[in-house]
């Protein structure tokens, strides 16, 4: 407290003293001292509790300082540098400001992968031997002058071509049948032969064509705009709202019973993951064009069959929609720490750990986050054994963030040890390894006072009241410890988003799920995207309506397998000669 502050009540204290002395008719000197000690006493307590009130106000504006400080951090990260998790640039005045930290990491053996041959590699393509002959005025001999004869061809090299996309008009012309004795009855008996069914009526729309333009959007991330100047290239001026309305009535009329299937398909498994991740479209009804939307992702587990990948559009993030779209489903399911996933009935939620894990890395000074690598599971390098090591982190006095960072990494460097075990051995030894380790990190959690507002305080807020849910993937060996399964599959739309930024409609919207639904699942189903993209055109005209023939669109069939498991020349398969499908 300052002096003069301290000097002000003093003086305060005297005059008042002064005053009740004159008013009271003090008379003795122990009552006039009685009175003094009185005012003085009522002076500190005043100081203490104003005092006190500073501290607090301090301690408080300490808090926000390093709130704002951190979300600063954050801006200029998000704003300047990249947003990725893993390995940054070096930044040489980040390492000024921390200095070197010297530690010592065991060395690992990791098994380099075998080169793949040309064969492997370019299995799919198709091939064109190029026979170079002898010229006729020297295949005589050089000795007698007698012809020669062919011994061999001999290999000399092999290489790529390509033939850049071509744009063709097709004139669909049918034959048209009179007969002769007919006509000389007057009768006049014409047959015309059939032609195959348009693929949207009066539009120059063709299967090749509307296949291509989605293969490049959603597949390749080529917007509209870009493909119509590419289609000037070619000597077809397609405007963007051309093909950007093919996408649309072809997506509704002929991919819906398909995707439709495959929802059903998708509600019957026993393990789901699920994400969501923000859209943006202009013409909504009730809503401004600046207003966020959301895409859903909902997609199958390891549960060993053929992987489901549906994306659904919705204008907001209420957990009803996700109850809407699982209902049927019962089983677990993976997703991050949203409550609205609440709202799902009968069902087990599993919390995402790399969720869990991002939080004490963001709570993790920026200096000190540019050396750290969040490897995942799956990732070709291994965690370190330095970075999963939670008791050493605490010997050498690790920041709590740190500390909170090592145990998540222990459990996900124990998991990829577990990754190759069927789910039975894996449940089983998830209990005995992985077990004792959660029970060490909320036992070191309980001993954790973060600042108030602090990142730390949202990590360690973040793990505590997710306890239960984050342990729930101990249930079953085919659950796996993180939802980067969907988050994979939220970039995948992200990348897109980036080149075409928003949805004009919210027709376009629901379209462009329904697409990148049937694109990631073919991708999941390692089948040829455009490919399958254009069987589902070439076929659909005719069998929408016909639930066998719906059924052997599923990425899984063999008719689909066989057709779209490799590279195929579209012009031997087309709508007039691409035969039926064998309906049971």
């Not at 000389?184 to 032609?195: N, S």
């Not at 509209?224 to 590419?230: G, K, L, N, S, V």
């Not at 990829?416 to 992985?434: I, N, P, T, V």
């Not at 069939?557 to 499908?581: A, H, L, W, Y």
Request: aromatic share 10%; hydrophobic share 35%; with cysteine.
């Amino acid at each position: 407290m300052p002096i003069y502050s301290f000097r002000g009540h003093l003086r305060t204290a005297l005059f008042s003293f002064i005053i009740r002395t004159d008013q009271e008719g003090c008379d003795t000197m122990d009552e006039h001292m009685e009175l003094l000690v009185e005012l003085m006493r009522k002076t500190i307590e005043q100081k203490d509790e104003q005092i006190q009130k500073l501290n607090e106000t301090i301690e408080e504006l300490r808090v926000t300082v390093a709130s704002l400080n951190e979300t600063i951090e954050e801006f200029r990260r998000k704003f300047f540098g990249s947003s990725s998790e893993r390995n940054r640039r070096k930044d040489p005045q980040a390492q000024e400001e921390v200095g070197p930290e010297e530690i010592t990491v065991k060395s690992y053996k990791r098994q380099r992968k075998p080169k793949s041959t040309r064969n492997e590699l370019y299995k799919n393509l198709p091939v064109r031997e190029v026979r170079c002959a002898m010229p006729e005025d020297e295949r005589l001999c050089p000795d007698c002058d007698t012809p020669m004869a062919t011994i061999a061809w001999q290999y000399v090299r092999e290489e790529l071509s390509i033939t850049p996309a071509k744009v063709e008009r097709i004139r669909y012309l049918r034959e048209v049948l009179a007969c002769p004795v007919c006509r000389e009855e007057d009768t006049g008996t014409i047959i015309k032969a059939p032609t195959p069914t348009a693929l949207l009526a009066h539009s120059p729309a063709s299967p090749s064509m509307v296949a291509f333009v989605m293969y490049q959007k959603f597949m390749n991330a080529v917007p509209f705009y870009r493909q119509e100047m590419d289609w000037l290239q070619m000597g077809a001026p397609l405007a963007r709202e051309t093909t950007a309305g093919w996408c649309i009535k072809c997506a509704l009329a002929y991919f819906q019973p398909v995707y439709d299937l495959l929802h059903k398909y998708l509600c019957k498994r026993e393990i789901l993951h699920a994400d969501e991740t923000v859209c943006q479209v202009l013409h909504e009804k009730g809503k401004t064009a600046e207003s966020r939307s959301y895409m859903w992702i909902y997609l199958s587990g390891n549960d060993g069959l053929a992987p489901i990948i549906l994306y659904e559009y919705q204008p907001g993030r209420q957990g009803g929609y996700a109850r809407d779209f699982l209902e049927g489903f019962h089983g677990l399911l993976s997703c991050d720490g949203y409550t609205g996933y609440n709202s799902v009935e009968n069902v087990t939620l599993v919390c995402c750990l790399a969720h869990c894990r991002r939080y004490f890395f963001e709570a993790v000074p920026a200096a000190r986050r540019k050396k750290i690598k969040l490897l995942d599971i799956n990732s070709e390098e291994e965690i370190p054994e330095e970075a999963a090591d939670p008791e050493r982190a605490i010997e050498k006095n690790k920041i709590p963030a740190e500390i909170g960072l090592s145990y998540c990494n222990r459990l996900f460097r124990t998991e990829r040890r577990l990754k190759e075990m069927d789910a039975e051995e894996r449940k089983e030894e998830r209990l005995k390894q992985e077990v004792p380790i959660w029970e060490k990190f909320f036992a070191w959690l309980e001993t954790i006072e973060p600042l108030k507002g602090s990142r730390l305080e949202k990590a360690v807020n973040y793990a505590v009241n997710h306890r239960d849910l984050l342990c729930n993937y101990l249930l079953d060996g085919r659950c796996e410890i993180s939802n980067n399964r969907a988050e994979r599959r939220a970039k995948s739309y992200g990348t897109g988003r980036k080149n075409f930024l928003f949805h004009d409609t919210v027709k376009g919207a629901k379209s462009s799920a329904v697409i990148y639904s049937l694109v990631e699942t073919a991708k999941a189903n390692k089948l040829n995207v455009f490919q399958y993209l254009y069987t589902l055109l070439l076929y659909m005209p005719d069998y929408k309506d016909k639930p066998a023939g719906v059924e052997a669109m599923m990425p899984w069939s063999d008719f689909i397998k066989e057709r779209c498991s490799g590279v195929m020349d579209v012009s031997t398969e087309t709508p007039e000669n691409r035969g039926q499908i064998p309906l049971e």
